[in-house]
């Protein structure tokens, strides 16, 4: 992974794993990060992340059962 500085409020300093973490769980909820991508750059192991998307509103099953969904549909037609 490679090393990004960002200018950020310094009330936000004072919490920064929680920023890091949530910044990683948006780019894991617009598709631009894997979940073990996210996970990486959150400190965190893979599940241990997963666990925690909940906490920024993200539902880690949710995409993977739209997927499937689709799927189910394609095969109905």
């Known amino acids: 992974m490679n090393t990004l500085t960002l200018k950020v409020p310094a009330s ?3 919490d920064r794993q929680n920023t890091v973490r ?3 769980a948006k780019l894991y909820e617009s598709d631009k990060l894997t979940l073990g991508q996210a ?3 959150a400190g ?5 992340f997963a666990e925690i ?8 099953l ?3 059962l739209r ?3 689709e ?3 394609r095969g109905r037609k």
């Open 62 to 64: 949710e995409p993977a």
């Open 12 to 14: 936000l300093e004072k």
């Open 39 to 41: 996970a990486q750059m």
């Open 71 to 73: 799927i189910v549909e």
């Open 53 to 60: 998307l909940v906490d920024y509103g993200i539902h880690y």
């Open 67 to 69: 997927e499937d969904l």
């Open 22 to 24: 949530f910044i990683a």
């Open 44 to 48: 965190m192991k893979k599940w241990d």
